[in-house]
C-alpha cells in the first residue's frame, strides 16, 4: 500500500521567512496530493492541492510542486506570518483508494 | 450548511465501557472513514464505507467496530476500549471513493482511564 513520509517533523521560522515542508510517496498510482492545516483544536483543512497532471500550484502565499519521477512533493509557504503557524500533512490517494496521510510537521512563526 | 457532525467533542471513560463516537453527513456522500490521530503518527484510518452497508478495514481497526446502516451516520464503536485506545479521532466524508475532497468532522478527543 501507499507509504507517505513527511519531513520535517517540526519547523521554526522568522515571521517573513519562507518554509518549506516535503513528501515522498511510495505508490507510483497515486494521482492526488493534498495539504491539510490543522490549527490547535480544530479538525484539519484543505488549503491547497495537486493532481498528478500538474507540475506546480500556487494559491498567494503558498505553492506546492510535485516530480512524479522522484516521487515527492513539496508545500511553500512564503511572506510567514504568525497565523501561519499550525500543524500541516500532507496526503497521496490514488482512484477509488483512501487517503494516505504523512505524519505532519508543526510550522511555528515566530513574530 | 453542509457538514460532518461528530459527537460527542469530548469523551472521558473508563476501560472496558463500551461507547459509540456518531458521526452524521448532509451531504448525500457514499463514503466515510474514521481516522485516529495521535503525536508523531499523523492520521491514521481505522474503517472506512464505501456505501451503505460496505464497510472494510482500515490500518488499525483493531478494538473497533463500524456500521453503515444509513447512507448519512457512520458511527464508530469502542466495544471494550482500552487506555491505549486513547486518542483524537475524526470522521471524514467525500463523495465518492474516487473523488478528492475530504471533509473532516470536528473531532473526538476520548480518553479511557
Known amino acids: 500500500g501507499e507509504n507517505v513520509e513527511q519531513h520535517p517533523s517540526t519547523l521554526s521560522v522568522q515571521e517573513g521567512d519562507s518554509a518549506v515542508i516535503k513528501c515522498t510517496y511510495s505508490?507510483?498510482?497515486?494521482?492526488?496530493f493534498p495539504w491539510y492545516k490543522q490549527e490547535l483544536g480544530k479538525r484539519p483543512q484543505l488549503i491547497i492541492d495537486?493532481?498528478?497532471?500538474?507540475g506546480e500550484k500556487k494559491d498567494q502565499r503558498i505553492a506546492v510542486t510535485l516530480n512524479k519521477t522522484a516521487k515527492h512533493f513539496s508545500l511553500h509557504i512564503t511572506e510567514t506570518q504568525p497565523e501561519d503557524s499550525a500543524v500541516y500533512f500532507c496526503?497521496?490517494?490514488?482512484?477509488?483508494?483512501?487517503?494516505?496521510f504523512g505524519a505532519g510537521t508543526r510550522l511555528t512563526v515566530k513574530p | 450548511e453542509a457538514q460532518v457532525t461528530q459527537n460527542p467533542r469530548y469523551l472521558i471513560t473508563v476501560t472496558g465501557k463500551k461507547l459509540t463516537v456518531t458521526c452524521s453527513q448532509n451531504?448525500?456522500?457514499?463514503?466515510m472513514s474514521w481516522y485516529r490521530q495521535d503525536p508523531g503518527l499523523g492520521l491514521r484510518q481505522i474503517y472506512y464505507?464505501?456505501?451503505?452497508?460496505?464497510?472494510d478495514k482500515g490500518d488499525v481497526p483493531e478494538g473497533y467496530k463500524v456500521s453503515r446502516k444509513e447512507k448519512r451516520n457512520f458511527p464508530l464503536i469502542l466495544e471494550s476500549p482500552s487506555p491505549n485506545q486513547t486518542s483524537l479521532y475524526f470522521c471524514?466524508?467525500?463523495?465518492?471513493?474516487?473523488?478528492?475532497?475530504?471533509?473532516f468532522g470536528s473531532g473526538t478527543r476520548l480518553t479511557v482511564v
Open positions: 496526503a497521496a490517494k490514488r482512484n477509488n483508494n483512501d487517503m494516505r
Open positions: 505508490d507510483s498510482a497515486s494521482n492526488y
Open positions: 451531504m448525500n456522500h457514499e463514503y
Open positions: 471524514a466524508s467525500s463523495l465518492t471513493s474516487a473523488s478528492y475532497g475530504y471533509t
Open positions: 495537486i493532481r498528478s497532471n500538474v
Open positions: 464505507s464505501m456505501n451503505v452497508e460496505v464497510t
